[in-house]
């Protein structure tokens, strides 16, 4: 069994946290890296450890390793690229949305993506002024659509969309929570 640490990042942190979040969206997305999706993952500093009302966690391995990383920021979803309503109904600044929750694919199904978004959650919970959690997934990526169900409420299906769509799930997750699935020290035995 291995030992995983999730903190937040520090900028001693910040390269091999843009490794992860690369080699996420080439390999797991097949996207590659794609300017106007992922220039947060360009200048995590920028996006994440600047704004106090944002986050960049990441997860180390017993040998000092960052194998995962979870961010929220305060950016609700823009329309477009997504569907009208939803700018709407997570307004920037009132919405905690999470963002690159990747494990490496060595490190999955420990608990660490859960432990990421638990820590996340209590973050935003911490902050006072958001009103909502808001995410979006790829559900052609293995595993990404069960994991996020598991945890919150779809509130949009693009795959249902007349025309087509793109294929993103959008989803809700309690802004309270009652607990964590890993035990909260800093140091949880994944």
Partial sequence: MRTYSVR???ADDLDSARS?????VYHDFGTGYVPRWHADIVDPAAYY????????LVAVDADGRVVGTGALDSRGPQSPPNPPGLAERYPSGETAQLRRVYVRPGHRRRGIARELVARLLDFAAADGGYRSVYLHTDPAVPGAEPFWRSLGTVVHDERED??????VVHFELP???????????EHATA
């Fill in 8 to 10: 937040p990042a520090t």
């Fill in 20 to 24: 992860v979040m690369l080699d996420t």
């Fill in 49 to 56: 450890l600047a704004p106090a009302r944002h986050t960049l």
């Fill in 162 to 167: 007349a025309g087509g769509g793109q294929s």
């Fill in 175 to 185: 802004l309270k929570r009652t607990g964590s699935a890993v035990d909260r020290p």
